[in-house]
């Protein structure tokens, strides 16, 4: 564990008044200079996808399901050997999620697709209830960001964005694949997860510092602000929360901030406790595996004179953490059920981003990059039911 440094961040990572005026919505200075056009990176490379054809055999368990948000498609990955295939979901593709059927729901700018995992076919696109304006790519596209099922399956739950303001949280029964509910929650909601017995769904809102808590039975929303570094600088602040997980021993929200501060919250009271953390890096998506372990992907520094470089930090119960170093920026990351191995997505919402995964073994450290899809964000590990 490597000793803090300081905890003032917050007082050099704010924008200046001048530049605050210039940023939409966004992660960080200088961000929204590429709103509504297709993005590229001179650490990216754009190749074509694979026709999308039905499976000639079923896909093998284990194999891993990304989304590309820098194309159209979700590709299949074989952990070993790469890339299985590719279909054609919708435009700039983000979060996903695989429920016990097989069939995965993936949050797109359009609408969200639904893809049979074991045929990869595309079986239908649910579009939006909420007007999210024209269809763009782009890290400030409206549409699907945050998606999460209910334990039970009948129910998803996305969070779609809409620029320049508050979002909503989309309902979708899975039987009808149309959506039936729709309920405010905050501005750019990165983030989904439900509560481990259902009751409760909590969308991450980016762009206003808050949690928003719905009950799944009567729908109505509570606010949570989480923000351990207060609110100043509003939408050109870098200090606002992106990911959060359920933690399975008590139900209470963990969100981890630079690589300095984890936010631990009950969301009935909705106070925060705040635990100590060691990367030292602006942090994204998080991982809980059901011991409790968390892993949060590091994306990198905010100021490359004081903070460190990309990682995955890896948490134990106790508190105790391990950061692996990574080559790049990532976003997302996913856990082997064995537990022993993890994919991190080279995606990331901002530039700097690779087309893979680098996948890490958790008990040696080892790392080794996969190239795949494009632009991948989020990601899954495809088990047959």
Not at 274 to 296: K, N, R, S
């Amino acid at each position: 564990m490597r000793p803090r440094r300081r905890p003032g961040r917050a007082t050099r990572v704010l924008l200046p008044a001048a530049a605050v005026a210039a940023v939409l919505a966004g992660c960080a200075p200088g961000a929204g200079a590429d709103s509504g056009a297709a993005e590229s990176s001179s650490s990216a490379s754009s190749t074509a996808s694979p026709t999308p054809t039905p499976a000639a055999t079923p896909t093998p368990d284990g194999t891993l399901l990304v989304a590309d948000f820098g194309a159209d498609t979700v590709t299949f990955v074989d952990p070993e050997r790469g890339a299985l295939g590719s279909v054609e979901v919708g435009t700039a593709p983000y979060g996903l999620v695989v429920g016990s059927d097989g069939r995965a729901w993936v949050a797109t700018a359009e609408g969200v697709a639904v893809v049979d995992t074991r045929t990869r076919e595309r079986l239908s696109l649910v579009p939006y209830e909420t007007d999210t304006g024209p269809v763009t790519t782009g890290e400030y596209r409206g549409g699907g960001m945050g998606i999460a099922l209910s334990p039970d399956g009948r129910r998803v739950y996305v969070g779609v964005n809409v620029p320049g303001g508050n979002g909503t949280l989309e309902v979708i029964d899975t039987a009808s694949r149309e959506v039936t509910e729709t309920v405010p929650v905050g501005r750019r909601p990165f983030d989904v997860d439900v509560s481990r017995d259902g009751s409760e769904v909590y969308a991450t809102n980016h762009d206003s510092f808050d949690v928003t808590v719905v009950r799944a039975d009567s729908l109505e929303p509570r606010r949570v602000e989480v923000a351990p570094y207060g609110t100043e600088g509003g939408l050109g602040s870098w200090l606002k929360p992106h990911y959060a997980v359920v933690n399975p021993s008590d139900g209470r929200l963990l969100l981890p901030f630079e690589g300095e501060r984890l936010a631990v919250v009950d969301p009935r009271t909705g106070r925060s406790e705040i635990e100590p953390m060691t990367a030292d890096t602006h942090q994204h998506g998080a991982a809980i595996t059901p011991d409790g372990t968390l892993l949060v992907v590091g994306t990198g520094p905010i100021d490359p004179d004081e903070d460190e470089g990309p990682s995955l930090t890896v948490r134990t119960p106790d508190g105790a953490e391990r950061v692996h170093p990574l080559d790049g920026p990532h976003e997302d990351v996913i856990v082997s059920e064995d537990g022993r191995t993890a994919y991190v997505t080279g995606g990331f919402t901002r530039d700097g981003y690779w087309n893979g995964i680098t996948v890490v073994d958790l008990e040696t450290g080892d790392t080794r990059r996969l190239a795949v899809g494009e632009r991948p964000l989020g990601i899954a590990v495809l088990h047959n039911p």
